[in-house]
């Protein structure tokens, strides 16, 4: 699901790593915001502007609303879900942060205070890409000493859990021959080996024709030998039910504001999930959810991407508000309408093809609010439901989220990524001639059409690819989407210019997945990251496979430095449709030996010396390499009888203030959910 382009509506310039306090922006109205709020480490805290919500309706706006406050509620959730003692570190050191009376401009509480906004954007105290745990550079004495003067409850087993680098190292552990459960740091399992969920998951599976997703919604845990599943729901003793009873409050106030019948249908059937946690409501709601095509608001609200489960089946929570953008969403119709002729042309094998494509929705919209596994960090391209039996039966909704991915575009022009890596003027031409648009028609056709193309076969589920499943399905994805933007068709439909347009996609893909991507990769470690690792496959797969005698595209050495230089871009396609038909294959048929051997062979192993060349190239630049946002703020205006007459939209928070509010107002979970 989560990719990164360009589209609509931000100006940016980087604000430095000084106090918070200063970082704050003092803008009120769209029309003077400061967009950039932050910087710290690798990280860029960006503002996004959300166009055309003043010109909503009364009950656009509040649904939006109650919307918004049901996606905050779940904050808490994935903090707890990315590791067991998340909570507990990010309300001690928000204490300490509040409470701390010394000096606030030395050099220990700068480094603690940098410590702390990471915290706040990776959701706990994991690199949010990367997965390593990071540690405070503050010193252990200094943090204990602040923490007793300020009067703040400190334990020695929270200080093991914040400076020692042993103790749970990474979040999400994918390294072949280890227990993926005991070497990740997620909470997502207790008390188990990877055997003994495996045997679990097989035990339980649901292999009826609209089958349960078992254990997308609940946690796994270890009791007096016995392994016991326990839900997240409000009912009984339901896992995370305090924080879902203040999710499923705003989702009733949100009912009544629906646009439509269809859309009260779902609003009601995700009450209903909550509060129960039974899956076959949950199947109930996504299939309303995806015939739900009138209505212009829409959300996605909880247990969805499975990303940050080792084993790729429990959700994580996540939430995005938005409305659709009605004049940018023709491009993403027009592919939609002709989903079946690139499903009949594809390279891959007429039996993997799906016979009908059916229910293949497509739209481009406004974010306009982020929670959950959304923020700060968030996917610019949306394609849900994940369930492969209801894109078969019922399709799929496919967004590009405009008002994003402009801004990230934004933030990327004359950073002197393209002066410092592309091989000539001629790269460097195509980028900036196609590279916006490019961008939006790679996630398009990967959102649109990428992933409810093919299909798999009688007997095979999501689980038979098990750890790799989530990079393969993205590397099929990406693959559908290159193979495609060079095509005649895609000139003939009006979605691209002319035949040239592509080509600079194609150079940035392999440049991105076999050399620059590894710029965010600590010196020394391995890709870990399932996007990641969908690039540095394609990649590396293809410059493997060239042309021995004329390779289509090869790295060479110029000056001492290695480049990409692409000789034949029609002959990198046809390279991209054979790496398409073998990962359909795999993919279609869940063929776990391959896909350990193309995900080893290809996708995880970095070549130190090449690795140090870019690092070292990369850090002149300046740049900050990941990027996330603050969240506008939205206030109601209530009239005599209660209900709400108007929603203001205000763009004057800063990173800290909003974080430090969404833990005071928005936090309802205990420090640890044993």
């Keep these: 699901m989560k990719q990164l382009t360009c589209l609509l509506v931000a100006a940016l310039t980087l604000v430095g790593c000084g106090n918070m306090r200063r970082g704050h922006v003092e803008t009120v109205g769209p029309e003077d915001i400061e967009y950039n709020v932050d910087r710290f480490y690798d990280l860029a805290i960006l503002r996004y502007r959300v166009p055309d919500f003043e010109n909503l309706s009364t009950q656009q706006k509040a649904l939006i609303y109650y919307l918004s406050e049901a996606a905050l509620w779940g904050r808490d959730i994935l903090y707890d879900q990315n590791g067991r003692y998340n909570l507990r570190v990010r ?6 942060y509040n409470q701390y009376e010394g000096d606030r401009e030395s050099e220990q509480f700068q480094l603690f205070e940098k410590y702390l906004k990471r915290v706040w954007f990776s959701n706990g105290i994991h ?12 010193t252990e004495q200094w943090f204990r000493t602040a923490c007793e003067q300020s009067g703040v409850a400190l334990t020695d087993e929270l200080v093991r859990v914040l400076f020692d680098p042993t103790v749970l190292p990474k979040k999400v552990c994918q390294d072949a021959g280890k227990d993926l459960l005991q070497a990740s740091a997620c909470n997502y399992y207790e008390g188990l080996t990877q055997r003994e969920a495996e045997d679990w998951y097989e035990q339980h599976k649901d292999t009826s024709d609209e089958p349960r997703w078992i254990g997308l919604n609940s946690k796994l845990v270890k009791r007096d030998g016995q392994v016991v599943e326990r839900v997240y729901r409000t009912e009984g003793d339901g896992l995370y039910r305090e924080a879902l009873q203040h999710v499923v409050e705003n989702l009733e106030k949100a009912l009544q504001y629906a646009e439509t019948d269809e ?10 999930f909550n509060r129960t946690g039974d899956l076959t409501t949950f199947n109930e709601y996504a299939i309303a959810w995806v015939r739900d095509l009138n209505s212009r608001v829409d959300f996605v609200n909880g247990f969805t991407e499975v990303y940050g489960d080792p084993l790729g089946i429990t959700g994580a929570w996540e939430s995005m508000v938005n409305f659709r953008d009605e004049v940018a969403t023709d491009r993403t119709r027009t592919l939609s309408a002709n989903a079946q002729w690139f499903e009949d042309n594809s390279p891959t094998d007429k039996k993997y093809k799906k016979k009908e494509c059916r229910g293949v929705t497509a739209k481009v919209i406004t974010a306009a609010m982020l929670g959950g596994d959304c923020y700060p960090a968030t996917p610019i391209g949306i394609n849900l439901p994940n369930a492969n039996w209801i894109r078969k039966n019922y399709g799929s909704k496919s967004v590009t989220i405009a008002n994003l991915t402009e801004a990230y575009y934004l933030a990327s022009q004359g950073d002197g990524m393209n002066e410092e890596f592309y091989l000539s003027d001629e790269e460097r031409r195509l980028a900036k001639e196609y590279g916006a648009l490019m961008s939006d028609v790679h996630v398009d056709l990967h959102e649109c059409l990428g992933h409810g193309s093919g299909q798999l076969m009688p007997g095979v589920t999501k689980d038979n690819l098990r750890e790799h499943g989530s990079t393969l399905e993205e590397a099929r994805a990406d693959l559908f989407s290159l193979y495609y933007m060079a095509d005649p068709k895609l000139v003939e439909l009006g979605i691209v210019p002319d035949e040239e347009a592509y080509k600079t996609q194609y150079y940035h893909q392999l440049l991105n997945g076999a050399m620059t991507q590894l710029v965010r990769v600590e010196l020394g470690k391995n890709i870990e990251e399932s996007h990641m690792r969908d690039r540095a496959l394609i990649a590396r797969w293809v410059l493997a496979h060239v042309d021995s005698v004329r390779p289509e595209a090869e790295i060479i050495v110029r000056d001492g430095k290695h480049y990409l230089r692409v000789n034949d871009y029609q002959g990198v396609r046809r390279l991209f449709g054979q790496l398409l038909a073998i990962v359909q294959e795999v993919v279609s ?14 996708a995880v192993q970095v070549d130190p010396a090449l690795h140090k060349e870019l690092l070292d ?13 603050v969240n506008p703020v939205y206030q109601p205006v209530f009239d005599a009888d209660g209900k709400i007459k108007d929603v203001l939209i205000r763009y004057d928070e800063g990173y800290a203030e909003q974080h430090l509010r969404y833990s005071r107002d928005y936090s309802a979970l205990p420090d640890i959910n044993d």
């Excluded at 690199?127 to 503050?138: G, I, Q, R, S, V």
Aim: with cysteine; proline share 5%.
């Design 91 to 96: 309300r001690t050191c928000e204490a300490l």
């Design 127 to 138: 690199h949010h890409y990367a997965e390593d745990k990071f540690l405070p550079e503050c």
């Design 263 to 272: 859309q009260r249908l779902v609003l009601q059937k995700l009450i209903a």
């Design 589 to 602: 048929t869940g063929d776990y030996a391959r896909a350990c051997q193309l995900v080893e062979d290809y």
């Design 617 to 629: 190239r990369y850090q002149p630049l300046g740049i900050a390499p990941y990027k996330g946002f």
